[in-house]
Structure formats: structure tokens, C-alpha cells
């Protein structure tokens, strides 16, 4: 059974810095998409950014520029250095994985498994 775990949220001041994590310990990712996505309150859950299984990144357009995916399949992690913070950034980030997610954008209902979040939040 595949269980993300994502951690490394927490408070950030607008220009600072955040990376993310997400892990599935004992579960082998190699082969699959990995994605993040993220929900602030009263908003739909967005995607940010994919990395497919032969590691091409997708960014949605507030992310190009200031975010950075990356995965290591050594370690079954994959991460989300998130730089220029904005207040506008805050919200619950989740991570996801799908077979054949990410080949063609980022896109929710192409993962098949969720992580359960981590809050970021963005104040002076």
C-alpha cells in the first residue's frame, strides 16, 4: 500500500523559503508521476506542479520561476523547493502519485494516491 507522507511546511516570511518533502517509505516511486497540489481555505484544490517518471517538470504559471520539483528515487522522496514566498502562497500543499501521471499535465484526476498535506503559511 502506498502511503505519501509530506513534511517541511511551516511559517515563512514573503521573499523567503520553503522546501517541501514528500516520502513513501518502502514503496518504490520510480514508475510513477508525482505531483503537488495545494488548497487554501474557501479555494478549489490547485495544482502546482510534475515531475513524470522520466523526471520532465511541469509548472503552472505562478509556480514557473520561483518553485522547483525534483525527485530522488533512492529515497522515494520527492520535494518542492518553493523560493520569493508570497502571501498568496499559503495553503494546505499536498503530494500525489499516478501511473502515467504528469505525461500530459497537471492534472488531480490522474493521481491515484494522496498524501495528507502540509500547511504552509506566508506572514510578515
Known amino acids: 500500500q502506498l502511503h505519501l507522507v509530506e513534511s517541511g511546511g511551516g511559517l515563512v516570511q514573503p521573499g523567503g523559503s520553503l522546501r517541501l518533502s514528500c516520502e513513501a517509505p518502502?514503496?518504490?516511486?520510480?514508475?510513477?508521476?508525482l505531483g503537488w497540489f495545494r488548497q487554501a481555505p474557501g479555494k478549489e484544490r490547485e495544482g502546482v506542479s510534475c515531475?513524470?517518471?522520466?523526471?520532465?517538470?511541469k509548472y503552472v504559471d505562478f509556480a514557473k520561476g520561483r518553485f522547483a520539483i525534483s525527485r530522488d528515487n533512492a529515497k522515494d522522496t520527492v520535494y518542492l523547493q518553493m523560493n520569493a514566498q508570497k502571501p498568496e502562497d499559503a495553503a494546505v500543499y499536498f503530494c500525489a502519485a499516478g501511473l502515467a501521471a504528469c505525461d500530459h499535465g497537471i492534472s488531480a484526476p490522474e493521481y491515484s494516491h494522496w498524501g495528507q498535506g502540509t500547511q504552509v503559511t506566508v506572514v510578515y
Open positions: 515531475i513524470t517518471s522520466g523526471g520532465t517538470t
Open positions: 518502502g514503496y518504490g516511486l520510480d514508475f510513477l508521476g
